[in-house]
């Protein structure tokens, strides 16, 4: 985490950007409420056509607490999101409320989805659907390509603490969300949680407990990736029933519904082929799956469209090794 954050912070030149933000504050465009004067009068939404003028077409990352700042409603999220500019936005879900019942989670989702995006969400979805909706909504009302969610776990218990839902106008949003999903609810879950459930066994019994090497791979999180290993199986088939696609094309699209990363996404595309379900054309076509290359179903080869620069020798020779 130390060495990404450290290669962040050299690449996005954050000295720069820190700088840039105490002049923002310095020239009042966000008075701090505690601040006596504004006590009472400072509301996030007088704000937001201002926050807008500055950002212009540079790119920004607007994270969402709900249960922030007072007066920062929801509604006010979509404008700053909908700029000229790239943007991504990362929204925090919380999903686990004190005195924990499902119906009212779920009712305090939906309350939050109408102030968001102005709309009444469908009754009687589970969790699942429910945020397949809030995905679908945020690209719409937000002017966004992408959208992703993953649920985290509440520590001790097998339930979702809150989900986090990211968008974006770039497919890369998706690859970086998944692969940090992967890291830390796949791996690095697993010991977190397991000390967690450790220590409150612990504080139950007033006993200690035997130490155990915690599993490799969080299991909820393994459940939920396997489960999709499966589905994203039939999307590749049934997308590629409606014709040829590229690899580039499709990762985005499975990525958004399956949790996996686009390695993951592309392993499978190869066992795919070796099981002779579909097959790959393209320039270089080795081991690896890359963006370029087109996906079709066999019985759809002949009408495979060419891609531009492939020649008529190398896409045959292509076709002959899938």
């Known amino acids: 985490q130390i060495r ?134 945020l690209k719409s009302k937000c002017g966004l390509q992408h959208a992703a969610d993953v649920s985290v776990p509440h520590p001790t218990h097998d339930r979702s603490k809150f989900h986090l839902v990211v968008g974006g106008k770039n497919p890369a949003v998706l690859h970086v969300f998944r692969e940090v999903e992967k890291q830390i609810l796949g791996s690095a879950a697993a010991q977190i949680r397991d000390e967690a459930v450790r220590r409150a066994e612990e504080e139950r019994t007033r006993q200690l407990t035997l130490l155990v090497a915690p599993e490799e791979v969080d299991r909820r999180y393994k459940v939920v990736h396997d489960r999709d290993i499966q589905l994203a199986e039939g999307d590749i088939l049934k997308r590629l029933s409606a014709g040829p696609v590229t690899f580039g094309e499709l990762w985005p699209e499975i990525l958004e519904r399956r949790h996996l990363t686009e390695r993951d996404l592309a392993k499978l595309v190869g066992l795919l082929r070796k099981e002779r379900r579909l097959v790959i054309t393209g320039k270089e076509l080795g081991r690896a799956v890359r963006a370029e290359h087109l996906l079709a179903l066999p019985g759809a080869r002949a009408g495979v469209p060419r891609k531009a620069g492939v020649s008529e020798k190398s896409g045959a020779g292509a076709r002959g090794r899938a």
């Open 4 to 137: 990404t954050t450290s290669a962040l912070y050299s690449a996005l030149n954050w000295r720069r950007f820190f700088v840039g933000s105490l002049d923002i504050l310095g020239r009042a465009i966000l008075p701090h409420p505690s601040c006596p004067r504004n006590r009472g009068r400072v509301k996030f939404g007088d704000y937001v056509d201002r926050i807008r003028e500055h950002l212009g077409r540079d790119p920004a990352f607007v994270f969402v607490d709900p249960t922030g700042w007072k007066g920062a409603a929801m509604r006010f999220i979509a404008p700053l999101v909908r700029g000229p500019g790239p943007r991504d936005v990362l929204v925090n879900v919380m999903y686990d409320l004190l005195n924990w019942q499902k119906d009212r989670v779920a009712d305090h989702v939906r309350e939050q989805m109408r102030d968001f995006f102005s709309v009444d969400p469908p009754t009687g979805q589970d969790e699942d659907e429910l945020f397949e909706f809030y995905r679908q909504q």
